[in-house]
């Protein structure tokens, strides 16, 4: 079983995206950060997606988010679904703030259920299949639209649809370069089709950010996504 360990967020500003995770979203572990030149433009073709408790959780981080120099894609709304919004990081992550919650049931606070990378694909299925390959076992799928996967790690993976993860994150599909992300993993390197990287964790004790190598390029459900 490949276990996803950790996303690797390609940036510009190091120390400032690390900034980002931390005091806006509380994130550590999870979400990584390294420096990187790479030319990208338009939609880097992934989400990421924070999964919460309630409502006044979503509020909480989106705030502090916006604080932080995040910029609102999607407000904050009530919908079928539950209770989120979209906003865009400094260093251009797309995030997505959720619940399917659509009242507080307790006291707000910021607990983080599961944070969820979604992979923009061009065809689900052959990206499913390769993925299955690799060790992946599917926990839902939704035909050539939408696959969730099972056990991987401290961060969740989803696929869906390129077009319709941009149309869900509010924003045109268009986009070109550097996906600017890489994903650690307890197995060797590889690329899928749509050019997303795997690299091998790095669990030595005094590992940093810095000292990663470097990456490259190219339905309401626990993901946040609405099919």
């Not at 550097?178 to 307890?186: G, T």
Request: charged residues 20%.
């Amino acid at each position: 079983m490949t276990t996803l360990d950790s996303v690797v967020l390609e940036v510009a500003d190091k120390a400032a995206a690390e900034r980002f995770l931390s005091a806006a979203l509380g994130l550590a572990e999870q979400v990584r950060v390294r420096e990187s030149g790479a030319e990208t433009s338009g939609f880097r073709g992934f989400t990421l997606s924070l999964t919460v408790g309630q409502p006044s959780t979503v509020i909480s981080l989106f705030e502090s988010a916006i604080g932080a120099g995040a910029t609102v894609i999607k407000p904050v709304t009530k919908s079928f679904w539950g209770y989120g919004g979209t906003l865009q990081a400094p260093d251009g992550t797309i995030w997505k703030i959720a619940t399917s919650e659509k009242k507080d049931t307790g006291p707000a606070t910021r607990a983080i259920d599961s944070v969820v990378l979604l992979l923009g694909c061009t065809d689900v299925a052959v990206s499913k299949k390769f993925y299955v390959e690799h060790g992946l076992t599917v926990a839902k799928s939704f035909g050539r639209k939408y696959v969730e996967f099972d056990s991987t790690g401290p961060v969740k993976l989803a696929l869906y649809g390129r077009k319709a993860l941009a149309k869900d994150a509010g924003v045109p599909a268009d986009g070109g370069g550097s996906h600017r992300i890489a994903l650690s993993a307890d197995g060797g390197n590889f690329t899928d089709p749509d050019g997303f990287r795997w690299e091998p964790a790095d669990r030595s004790p005094g590992m940093t950010n810095a000292s990663r190598p470097r990456g490259s390029v190219q339905p309401q459900s626990t993901t946040g996504v609405s099919s």
